[in-house]
């Protein structure tokens, strides 16, 4: 009769194990070129494409002509009239337009087209999109209640057109993809949770660390900037502090907390306007007399 020998399995420490018998818990390094890369392309943009904001003096990152900017306000502008109810003809329309000249030939800036129009709409809002072509929507008309408050509206948004806030946003944009893609590189051989953990935070570093806090800064440049638009066409800037609390009425303390909001609180807006009215009162009178 044989004996029968029962072998065993030979058990190894954790540590004397190879990565490839856990396929799903990799253990790589962090690469840092990929981020060296991204910091490289990040100074070439600071050397190539800094640009100032007339008015403020403000230094933003700007890498489109231009040119390319009007070409792509025009389109987004056609596509957007396309999906709305445009307001054809009549007194609003006629007096959208003529606030809207008014205020843009204040402005001594060159290269835009302007073009403003009337869209039927219950919301009290306004837009402007890259070369200058600026729309009203109804619903703000009973809240602006005159024309200077009007000219306060479309102050602020001929302003973030002449700052280019359109086209600084896009390179911001391009800016995190590149900063998101060199992050994801060097965290690639990592586990994937660490992975997810590190994306995670970087997304949410990117929107409320750099895209929120620049939107609210353009809000308030363009708030500044359309106050002295307003004040040189001759318009009453006091207006302005008031459309705001309109403003707040309107939206009944609706909003989120302003550190997570891509727009300044209306608390603040009016806080600063109190700040600048000096200076834009001073403005009328030497523009106005």
């Not at 999906?83 to 800036?109: F, L, M, N, Y």
């Not at 509206?153 to 896009?170: D, F, Q, Y």
């Not at 000096?278 to 009328?284: I, M």
């Amino acid at each position: 009769m044989r004996a029968t020998v029962r072998v065993r399995p030979i058990s190894f420490p954790l540590s004397m194990r190879r990565r490839s018998d856990y396929p799903n818990q990799r253990r790589g390094k962090f690469r840092i070129w990929p981020l060296i890369i991204f910091g490289l392309i990040f100074v070439y943009y600071q050397i190539s494409y800094t640009k100032t904001v007339p008015m403020t003096g403000r230094s933003q990152l700007v890498d489109i002509s231009m040119e390319q900017e009007r070409a792509l306000g025009l389109s987004s502008y056609k596509e957007m009239l396309g999906q709305v109810s445009v307001v054809p003809g009549g007194p609003e329309v006629e007096r959208i337009r003529s606030i809207g000249k008014r205020i843009a030939a204040v402005t001594d800036s060159e290269g835009y087209d302007w073009e403003f129009n009337l869209i039927r709409s219950n919301d009290a809002n306004a837009f402007a999109l890259p070369g200058g072509k600026v729309a009203v929507y109804t619903g703000i008309l009973p809240v602006a209640q005159n024309d200077d408050g009007l000219a306060a509206v479309m102050g602020h948004e001929i302003a973030h057109a002449i700052a280019r806030h359109g086209a600084e946003r896009m390179t911001q944009n391009k800016l995190a993809q590149m900063g998101s893609l060199a992050v994801g590189m060097s965290v690639g051989d990592m586990d994937i949770q660490t992975r997810r953990m590190v994306m995670a935070a970087f997304g949410l570093g990117t929107q409320y660390g750099l895209m929120f806090p620049f939107s609210r800064k353009h809000e308030s440049e363009a708030d500044y900037m359309g106050l002295m638009f307003l004040a040189r066409a001759c318009f009453d800037p006091t207006e302005a502090p008031k459309l705001w609390e309109r403003m707040e009425q309107v939206s009944q303390g609706k909003r989120p907390p302003e550190f997570l909001s891509t727009h300044p609180s209306p608390a603040t807006r009016i806080q600063q306007f109190e700040q600048w009215m000096p200076e834009a009162l001073k403005v009328r009178q030497e523009h106005c007399g």
